[in-house]
């Protein structure tokens, strides 16, 4: 059974980067068919989906992040990677690792597979 980790600082001041781990064990980020996905829940909002790094090592980030986001992977530690630059108080959430179904993205109900849950706060 597969299994997520998040880690991380839990506070970041504004204008510096975030930085999270996401630990895999159960499955390889190099299985093909998925997505390794990151998505926050700002507090009192729904889900937002920041962006995924694929079997291939492929990216694709939310328009609306893509220019802060950064995602990446180390596969001999199964580990994937999420930084985020110049943070303000609107990244204020709880972030989530999760293995999407490739086609599925953007579809919470078809994540099979979430970790727990990290809170990030933005505070000076």
């Known amino acids: 059974q597969v299994q997520l980790q998040e880690s991380g600082p839990g506070l970041v001041k504004p204008s510096q980067t975030l930085s999270l781990t996401c630990t895999v064990s159960?499955?390889?980020?190099?299985?093909?068919?998925?997505?390794w996905s990151w998505i926050r829940q700002p507090p009192g909002k729904g889900l937002e989906w920041i962006g995924y790094?694929?079997?291939?090592?492929?990216?694709y980030y939310s328009p609306s992040l893509k220019n802060r986001t950064s995602i990446s992977r180390d596969t001999s530690n199964n580990q994937f990677f999420l930084q985020m630059t110049s943070v303000i108080s609107e990244d204020t959430a709880v972030y989530y690792c999760?293995?999407?179904?490739?086609?599925?993205?953007?579809?919470?109900?078809?994540?099979?597979?979430w970790g727990q849950g990290t809170q990030v706060t933005v505070s000076s």
């Open positions: 999760a293995r999407v179904p490739a086609g599925q993205w953007g579809k919470a109900n078809r994540v099979g597979s």
């Open positions: 790094i694929n079997y291939s090592g492929s990216t």
């Open positions: 159960g499955d390889s980020i190099t299985t093909s068919y998925y997505y």
